[in-house]
Structure formats: C-alpha cells, structure tokens
C-alpha cells in the first residue's frame, strides 16, 4: 500500500498483456493451424442438393474464377454496392464482389470478392430449395433453371423457374436493395393430382478458411440467434466435435468474417432447425430446415427469406434489425462483453466523424469528452499524488529509520498517511476506470468496418492498422519490412515520450530499484503497444498530453497554496514573538 504506482502498473499491463497475448503467440498459433488445415483438405467433398449436402472443397484441379462465371449461363447483379451473378445452373448465387470496398487502403488494389462459385479456390455461396421425401423430382445443384429477366437490380426482382415434369413448378424469386439484403420467395406449384409435403431449406457454405489472421478477441465463423439467444461456433470445434442443430421459431444464421457477413433469415413465424456442420477440416457451412409443408393438388405454397451478404456497415445492421424485426441482428458485429461501453462509444465516435469528418479527430474529441467527464476524479487524485510528493521526504526518512523491521517501517508509513489524510491509492481510481474505455476503444477500432482503411493525418494513413512509419528501416529508406516487435512507429514512440513526462510529474519511487523499473516502463509501453491500431495509440497520447496539462495546473497550484501555507506559518511564528 507504501506505492500506489504497483497497483497502478500491474492493473494496466494485465489489460495490455491480455490483448497483446491476441498479437504475439495467438495470431501464428492461428496462422499454423491454418496452415495445416490447407494442407490436409479433401479433394472432394460430396455434395447433394439439400441441406445435408456440404460445399464442394478446393481441389488440386481449381479453376480460375473468372472461367467458371462464364461457363455457366446467368443472371447479372447490379447495385451500388454489389456487382456479381447467379448461376442459372443449381440456382446459386455464387459471384458477389463487393464495389465500395477493396482489399487494401490503395484504392486501386481489388475490391472484396465475398462469393466465389464451386471449383474456384475459395468456394463461397448461398443456395435455396426443397427437400421431400419419396419419389418426387426436386432441383440440385444440376438443374438449369429459367430466368424471366437477365439482370436483378433494385426495383426489379428476377424469377427463376422449373417443371419437374411430375406436375411440380418450383420458382425462385430473388429481389435485392440498393445494399446487401436479398428477398428470396421460394415457391411451388402443384398442378399434379395427390397433395404433396415438402420441407424448405436453405444454406451458406464455404470451403477454404477466411484469407487474413484468426483473432482471439474476435469470433469468425457460424453463428446465429435462436430461441432469442446468439451462438457463435468455432470452426475447430465444428471439425472436432462434429454438427451443431439447434431448434427455433424465429432467428437467422450464417458465416461471419472480420468485416464481411452472409447470413440467412427464414421465415419468422415458421419453426425450423438450424445447423453448423463440417465437411472436413476447411469446408463448412450454415444451413437451416423449416418443416413440412403441405401442397394441395391445385394450390401453390411459398416461404420468404432474407439473405444478407455484404460488410457489416453499424447502421445498415441496425436499420435492417428494425426493419425486417429481425432479433439480435447487430450481434453479427462482435462487440464483445463491454456491448454496454462498446457501443456508445462507436456512437459518439461516429457523431464526432460526422461533425469534424475525419475519425483521428474524432478519436481526439472522444478522448477530450471522457477526460471531462472523469476531470473531478482526476483533480482529487492528482492532489492526492501531489500530498505524496510533499510527504517522501518523511516517508525516506522513516525507510530509513525501520529499515531492517519492515513491518513496522509499512505500519509507521500508514500512521503518516492518516496523520496527513492521505490515501496512497487515491491515484488509482482514474486510471481503473480508463482500462473499461481502453478496451472498448480497442473493441471499435478492431471489429467496426466504418474505422477499416480510415485515414487521419500525414503517415497515418489506417487508423486501424498500427503505425507504418517506423526508424528501424529509416522510415522505409530501407526496402524492407521489421518484424512486429521491432516496428516501432513514429506515434508510438511520441506515446512513449508523452508517458515518461507524465511520470516526471508523478511522485518518484523512494526506492532506487523502483525507480530504475518505472524509468524503463515507458519504453516498454510503447514496444507493448506499437503493434495496436494507430487510432488506439492516439487515444493514448493524447490522454497522457491532457494528463500532463491537469497535472502541471494542479502542481503549479498546489504550490502555490503551499509557499502561501508556509508565509502564514512565518507570519504566525513573527506574531508569536512579538
């Protein structure tokens, strides 16, 4: 209790460590295993054209993906945000590319492919049918259907069409937004003689692990609402333990990456089964099966689902939760445990864009908002630090005086601290409460697409993205890349020099030791933090530059309230001896 900078020291680095852990050892854990999972892939999976059936896996024998498009007769997409197909043979809609959104922050680099068709190298798509049981002839992933339009765009849907040829007519109506929702009307047609029972379905299936790093803060993979509770699977558990089915009225499920979702939401007021299934160790998929449905000899029957494929925009979830009562849809983004703090302040970081539009200077005025409103809390416990700083004289000189009896030397110290009304951890209580926003912080600029390739000023180019501009290779002079811990950054360096003058400020250790181990921490903060996004290193300095400002304020004024406590104790002692 003698050192209040000990608890301080070790609550922060517990929190920095536990994220770091994510960067150093998990992050190429996750890349070997993934490594692996490619190397060990089937060359082909079985496939079968209702839920059951697996996507098909990347082969030896892929082919390129622009050949596959045109070597099967389609239906063109156009919208603002999405340019792709749907493939007449099997009903998929398996070409999407995403045309507002590209692979790096070079604007003339590729933009995001999200569906692929089978046979490419990454197989990612969304399909939709009948399943029944006995004789009846049902559409696979062969038939050809018939469209009566060659292009869906907003405002007009396409219908895909097929006769079984036993008196059955099956249609797929596809209708899009001018975003990334999809209406799907699947209905059929029964002109035959007997009624007919049949069970819809749809699936999402990939093959091939998503491109980029696995994260431990971060859950990609199947994941869904039901029974009005989210679930999210791991894809290794999925491989290890086998499907997962879970039973509901009402929900949606699908595939989820970093920034990119594909998600089915059936009929909400049809019970239906939801499943997560594993087709070897990288192929996967999401699929779900309403009940039965009876066809009447004459009569026709259809069922309504809403695909949703395309980036995970904050307030597009949002607007589609509301609009289509769709229950817990913003959990596709992972907010994580802190939802409560996650949330408001994405809110208010894309209230201040919306004001100064530029995300650092929003990151600065967010900072700026919750230095505010914890400013009393920080006045008292900065005085607290400065009382301390009065009092190591008398606290050296009691070290000093039970050095070799230490119980006694923390039992003279705690008598000096109530003696003077001093509480050695009033210091802590700010920074406790900073560690919630921290993390938070971190959480936004990590999971949210709006923070994704988002510039701030002069290098910084991705606030998302740790700085580049490093002097290990002379600020890229030196054609070459340094390794993640070495990559020290311009900004993470000037983090480090705003938090050596703030301890400046700070009452020193009396012991050397500690002393020497609080000199190297701001050199060991701005290694443990050099790797993290260059919006949350700025979060960070600019709390420690208003830190830094409080502090010299309050040093200067208590100062001056003591040189003005001893003139009145001189003052005092004259009067005594007159």
Not at 209 to 230: A, I, M, Q
Request: some cysteine.
């Amino acid at each position: 209790m003698g050192d209040q900078k000990n608890l301080i020291l070790a609550m922060v680095l517990s929190v920095l460590i536990l994220i770091g852990w994510d960067h150093f050892f998990v992050k190429p854990q996750a890349e070997e295993q993934q490594k692996a999972a490619v190397v060990e892939q089937t060359d082909v999976i079985p496939t079968s054209p209702h839920a059951e059936g697996g996507p098909e896996s990347p082969s030896p024998r892929t082919q390129p993906r622009e050949a596959l498009i045109n070597g099967a007769p389609r239906v063109a997409i156009s919208t603002p945000e999405l340019k792709g197909s749907i493939s007449l043979k099997g009903a998929r809609i398996d070409d999407l590319v995403l045309t507002k959104y590209h692979e790096t922050v070079d604007k003339t680099s590729p933009n995001i492919t999200l569906f692929s068709p089978a046979g490419a190298a990454h197989p990612y798509y969304a399909e939709f049918g009948w399943t029944a049981t006995g004789g009846l002839a049902l559409p696979t992933k062969d038939t050809v259907w018939t469209a009566d339009n060659a292009q869906l765009r907003p405002g007009q849907p396409v219908t895909l069409s097929w006769d079984n040829g036993q008196g059955l007519t099956f249609r797929l109506r596809f209708a899009v937004d001018e975003n990334f929702m999809f209406t799907v009307t699947q209905s059929v047609e029964n002109k035959a003689g007997a009624p007919v029972a049949l069970n819809g379905y749809g699936r999402v299936a990939r093959a091939g692990l998503p491109h980029g790093k696995s994260y431990y803060v971060l859950h990609e993979g199947p994941l869904g609402v039901f029974n009005g509770t989210l679930e999210e699977v791991k894809y290794k558990d999925l491989v290890e333990d086998g499907p997962q089915q879970f039973q509901t009225t009402g929900g949606w499920l699908g595939i989820t990456d970093k920034y990119w979702l594909a998600a089915m939401v059936p009929d909400q007021k049809l019970p239906f089964t939801g499943a997560f299934r594993s087709f070897g160790p990288d192929s996967f998929q999401a699929d779900y099966l309403t009940g039965a449905i009876n066809v009447a000899p004459g009569a026709a029957e259809a069922q309504t689902i809403r695909l949703f494929a395309g980036a995970k925009e904050v307030a597009l979830i949002d607007q589609y939760e509301k609009q289509y009562a769709i229950p817990l849809f913003d959990r596709a983004i992972d907010w994580g445990w802190f939802y409560f703090l996650t949330r408001p302040i994405f809110a208010v970081l894309d209230w201040l864009y919306n004001l100064v539009g530029n995300f650092g200077f929003a990151i600065i005025g967010l900072t700026v908002i919750v230095k505010a409103i914890m400013f009393p809390l920080a006045n008292k416990s900065y005085a607290s630090m400065n009382r301390l700083r009065v009092l190591q004289p008398k606290m050296k000189e009691l070290q000093e005086r039970y050095k070799d009896d230490k119980q006694q030397q923390q039992r003279a110290i705690m008598e000096l601290y109530q003696k003077e009304k001093v509480n050695p951890l009033g210091g802590c209580l700010p920074i406790v409460l900073q560690i919630p926003v921290f993390f938070a912080l971190y959480k936004v600029l990590f999971v949210t697409i709006e923070m994704r390739h988002q510039p701030f000023i002069l290098w910084i180019k991705d606030l998302s993205a740790p700085d580049p501009l490093t002097p290990v290779n002379l600020f890229g002079l030196l054609d070459f890349t340094p390794p993640p811990m070495l990559a020290v950054g311009v900004l993470p360096i000037i983090m480090g020099v705003t938090m050596y003058l703030q301890q400046k400020l700070n009452p020193q250790p009396v012991d050397p030791v500690q002393q020497k181990v609080f000199g190297l921490m701001p050199i060991i903060f701005t290694f443990i933090l050099a790797p993290f996004a260059a919006g949350l290193v700025l979060y960070w300095t600019v709390n420690n530059l208003l830190s830094i400002l409080q502090q010299w304020v309050l040093l200067k004024r208590h100062g001056k309230q003591e040189e003005e406590k001893a003139q009145a104790k001189a003052e005092k002692r004259k009067a005594n001896k007159a």
